[in-house]
């Protein structure tokens, strides 16, 4: 049973930073491009970021381009996104996303699996 789990999320000030986690089980971890999307209240999940199987075919959102930075662990089979300099327009549901593909993909559609998300509130 593939499993991916979200962590880190939370209340962050305006211009600061939190790191998400999402730990992966019950697959193969290496064959899996993987990504961030999120989802605003009221609004329609939204691409954040990509990573390719092997770390590369990097790829992000104009809004969070020099922001965030999204890496990957493949023995830990883990997935990350650090977030800087944080505004309130970032305030989402936080849900990464599995693609059997080498590289990836902005489109949701492309993706086989789902984590429950993880909420990320930006306030002051």
């Known amino acids: 049973q593939v499993q991916l789990v979200e962590s880190g999320g939370g209340l962050v000030q305006p211009g600061g930073s939190l790191r998400l986690s999402c730990a992966a089980s019950?697959?193969?971890?290496?064959?899996?491009?993987m990504a961030w999307f999120r989802q605003a209240p009221g609004k329609e999940r939204v691409f954040v970021a990509k990573i390719g199987r092997s770390g590369d075919s990097i790829d992000y959102a104009a809004s969070v381009r020099g922001r965030f930075t999204i890496s990957r662990d493949n023995d830990k089979y883990t997935l990350y996104l650090q977030m800087n300099d944080l505004n309130p327009e970032d305030t989402a549901d936080y849900y990464c996303a599995a693609d059997l593909g080498y590289g990836g993909s902005r489109n949701s559609r492309s993706y086989e699996y789902w984590g429950q998300g993880t909420q990320v509130t930006v306030s002051s």
């Open positions: 019950g697959l193969t971890f290496s064959r899996y491009a």
